[in-house]
């Protein structure tokens, strides 16, 4: 897949433009990865509590040392647990105040059918629900102003900045007047984070994916003062809790890092901010000491601060230093007589890679058998292959027939190991006719070393899952028409692209074609058939049609260059 490129005019004159990155060279993950850890971000936490159950986070029973004045007093007290998680705050609230009535809410239903299971759930004590804080009404659920106390514990974290303020304003239609929102999530500075950081993780300023896909996002006091305040709160106490963590069996000592704080509606006159609230800070070590915003020490003493997750779990969640033998796995594809081994990042690293060609797409999956069944399309012909990724297996297939074939990326990482499954797969002569190459569509320099070693172009140029990508599209259309062969009365040269509709619709993507001179011969599938007999694509697969190959969303464009 391509990583950097230019994109020219389709004119007489090529205009300068700048440069177009696909996989970005910022220290943020790609747009891609981004905008799927949102879209996917309730699928990925399902995923965490069915694989965790009740394992992850451990009973807060600290609540009553820290907040125990919020939960105590005369009357009935109702509580909002916001991400409820499996239910290590309820139950400990439940069993220890008799008064106590708890409404319950997460977006996993993973999570909310542990609740109802747990052994201490019953419905006269806590309503337990799935919503979603960011899109749904709060007060659907709850009656407005019914709620002394909100709980927020390790849950807006999870939420991208962008929509944290929908969360806070969803929770203040329920709180009652002098209600509070208890609060405690991870700090900037944590040892989590540096190990986010080190890992290519980041998506946005403090905010990032871990190798399950959920997300976390580091708060400091000032960001997390300002999103309250400007959504109608004022701070009552505002933590900075420092804890070393030692995990004797790893031989670990952990720097956790965490913020703990009350949040009260503003009525209008309490203008509290962030450098007038006290600020108490416990370092690791040490005895605990109470600071003001001038470090000066305060009288009132710091309870001893504990720790919320399981360490081994934690280890394992914010990629604490493990083995690094299982960064890849093998694929093994049964394809027209070959056996194909190849490696790919592990699927618990593509989430946060931010390369897209370290892994094995669906339309290569697809393509392969088809490619492999047909030997004719590229026999006797010189193939290049865009986008090739690590695996190459559609290249690999082609190599069999052809009489050479190119596979290019963008990615050097992804060059690296192609070159790797290439080695392990192909021997001579096919190994021969075959080479890598690295090639960022539109760069001048990268087509011109390919012309070099192949001054006649090349009969097929193949794409699968290469169109996923908006401002990719002129690029590639154009470094096709740079490196495609020129037609004769013998042989027509072909552009064919395999992939998914993703967020590039076919009207663009033929709209790219014929600005670079391409036209569409053929497609698959296709509504009606008419002659069959003159479809090109069609001829690829059994005689009884292509309604027996399962492709799901695949689609196939065949280009002829005009």
Request: glycine share 6%; hydrophobic share 40%; charged share 25%.
């Amino acid at each position: 897949m391509a990583s950097s490129m230019e994109e020219a005019s389709a004119g007489q004159q090529e205009q300068p433009t700048p440069r177009l990155q696909i996989y970005t060279t910022s220290d943020t993950v790609s747009p891609f990865w981004r905008e799927k850890y949102e879209r996917e971000a309730k699928k990925y936490w399902d995923v965490f509590y069915k694989r965790h159950q009740d394992r992850f986070f451990k009973d807060r029973h600290y609540l009553d040392k820290e907040w125990g004045q919020y939960f105590s007093g005369a009357g009935q007290k109702v509580v909002l647990e916001v991400g409820c998680g499996a239910g290590n705050t309820i139950f400990p609230l439940v069993a220890m105040y008799a008064d106590i009535f708890v409404h319950a809410c997460d977006f996993s239903p993973n999570a909310v059918n542990l609740v109802k299971k747990h052994k201490d759930f019953t419905e006269s004590r806590v309503n337990a629900f799935v919503c979603d804080l960011t899109i749904d009404d709060l007060s659907k659920q709850i009656s407005p102003s019914s709620v002394d106390i909100v709980t927020m514990i390790f849950v807006l974290s999870a939420v991208s900045p962008e929509k944290m303020s929908l969360v806070v304003q969803n929770i203040r239609k329920i709180l009652k007047p002098n209600g509070h929102v208890l609060f405690r999530d991870y700090a900037t500075g944590d040892l989590a984070q540096e190990r986010l950081n080190c890992k290519d993780q980041k998506i946005s300023e403090n905010f990032y994916a871990r190798g399950d896909g959920t997300r976390a996002f580091y708060f400091s006091n000032e960001f997390l003062t300002s999103l309250f305040k400007e959504n109608g709160f004022d701070v009552e106490e505002l933590d900075l809790c420092c804890k070393q963590v030692e995990n004797r069996s790893r031989e670990l000592v952990m720097n956790r890092r965490w913020v703990q704080a009350v949040f009260c509606l503003s009525d209008g006159t309490n203008s509290t901010t962030n450098s007038e609230a006290a600020i108490r800070i416990d370092h690791p070590g040490q005895g605990k000491m109470e600071l003001d915003v001038d470090n000066n020490i305060l009288k009132k003493p710091v309870n001893d601060l504990e720790v919320d997750m399981s360490d081994g779990v934690a280890a394992e969640m914010f990629g604490l230093p493990t083995s690094t033998d299982g960064d890849n796995e093998v694929i093994e594809l049964e394809l027209g007589g070959w056996t194909f081994k190849i490696k790919v990042l592990s699927k618990e690293y593509q989430h946060t890679c931010k390369s897209t060609g370290l892994m094995l797409w669906e339309s290569a999956q697809f393509m392969a058998p088809v490619l492999a069944r047909n030997p004719a399309i590229f026999a006797g012909k010189r193939v290049l292959e865009l986008g090739s990724g690590c695996a190459g297996v559609c290249s690999m297939i082609a190599a069999g027939s052809a009489d050479l074939v190119f596979a290019t990326d963008g990615d050097t990482k992804a060059l690296d190991l192609l070159t790797e499954n290439v080695m392990s797969n192909l021997r001579p002569p096919i190994s021969d006719k075959f080479t890598t190459r690295i090639l960022e569509w539109g760069n001048k320099d990268h087509i011109e070393a390919i012309k070099q070693v192949n001054s006649g172009g090349f009969d097929i140029i193949l794409g699968t899952d290469v169109t996923y990508i908006p401002e990719a599209i002129l690029p590639l259309f154009q470094t096709a028409k740079e490196l495609i062969s020129s037609n004769n009365k013998d042989h027509q040269a072909a552009l064919i692209l395999c992939h998914i509709f993703r967020r590039v619709d076919e009207p663009s993507i033929l709209s790219a074609a014929s600005r670079f001179g391409f036209k569409l011969v053929d497609k698959w599938p296709v509504e009606i058939l008419i002659n069959p007999s003159q479809s090109i694509i069609n001829s690829w697969f059994p005689e009884n049609g292509s309604a027996d190959v399962s492709r799901g969303p695949l689609n196939i464009l065949y280009f002829h260059k005009e």
